[in-house]
């Protein structure tokens, strides 16, 4: 089992930054990877970045550029930074941890980003 928690949402002028935070606690020396998604309303929920144990990252088309996963192992934490915000960056960010076959998701954190 792990659990997440995300923090750092909040309401930000078009152009600002945001970082968010994903702590993980439970069986976390079994995860493989670790991701946030986003999903605004009437969407689907889609893929903002990843990074796997072995520090590979990867990031949706829309972030490039602007956005950066990284991680914190002795914090057990994983970070988004988000620069250059954008009004259609609004959305709902969920961290999900995935362990073997197995996926965990956090409660998520709100990101609102006025124009």
């Known amino acids: 089992q792990v659990q997440l928690v995300e923090s750092g949402g909040g309401l930000v002028q078009a152009g600002g930054s945001l970082r968010l935070s994903c702590a993980a606690s439970g069986s976390i020396f079994s995860i493989n990877v670790m991701s946030w998604y986003r999903q605004a309303p009437g969407k689907q929920r889609e893929l903002v970045a990843l990074?796997?144990?072995?520090?590979?990252?990867n990031y949706g088309d829309s972030v490039k550029g602007r956005f950066t996963i990284s991680r914190d192992n002795a914090k057990n934490t994983v970070y988004l930074q988000m620069n250059s915000l954008k009004p259609e960056d609004t959305a709902v960010y969920y961290c999900?941890?995935?362990?073997?076959?197995?996926?965990?998701w956090g409660q998520g954190t709100q990101v609102t980003v006025s124009s």
């Open positions: 999900k941890a995935l362990v073997r076959s197995s996926s965990y």
């Open positions: 990074i796997t144990s072995g520090g590979l990252t």
